[in-house]
């Protein structure tokens, strides 16, 4: 099983053949710059950035009073270092190395590793909504050895809600980097977002409190997951 092709703007009209064997290569890079911004909602991506110039600021500061004393370098060395941590612990690393030839997934571990994921966003009193979309949705066989996670979740209301979501964003992309999970994971402003994927393919609910989206999605096959 081959895990779904990813394309890039400046890689479709490109007859390199180097883009062609070393695809794994070049989504680790583009995955490092872009860092997944392209699909974030404006309160997922303010946090990110927010944490990004914090740490910039932060590694700068050390660099300048220790071993790069010009501010000029220390800042762009922070923000490199910055950048890159933020992409290892915030970022989505194991889902880029499925492109990896090498790259195989017990499909039981998989599996536990999920249930344990579903479970700890139940702990999140405070969420009301979240799902798995793609093939994470489709409960009825085990996950393939180079399958992904595509969790979703949905920002409740207020600053409370935006900061709680941010921070359980890098809480469960940190755990997944420790335990090897491939975690395609985003958070939206609204349910209605959901709508840009294929509406063909149903929603596992992992969390409907107010079965808001029981209502929004009522023609499209919703799966409760136990």
Known sequence: MQPKAKTFRFRASSTEPWFATHSCLVILAVNWLAQGMRGMDPKEL???LLLLCGLTGLLAA??????????????????????????????????????????RQDPVVLATRTGALVRR??????????????????????PGPRSDIDLRLIFPPGWSGWLRTNLLLLELRARALVVGLPLDLYAYDHPAQLRRFEQTEPLALVLDRQARLCRGFANRELVRIP
């Open 46 to 48: 303010s946090f990110r």
């Open 62 to 103: 050390v660099l300048v009073a220790g071993p790069v004393a010009a501010p000029g370098p220390a800042l762009l060395l922070g923000l490199g270092l910055a950048h890159s941590i933020n992409f290892t612990l915030n970022g989505q690393l194991w889902v880029c190395l499925r492109y990896c030839p090498a790259y």
């Open 121 to 142: 966003v139940r702990r999140s009193t405070w969420l009301q909504e979240a799902v798995l979309i793609g093939s994470a949705a489709r409960l009825r066989s085990l």
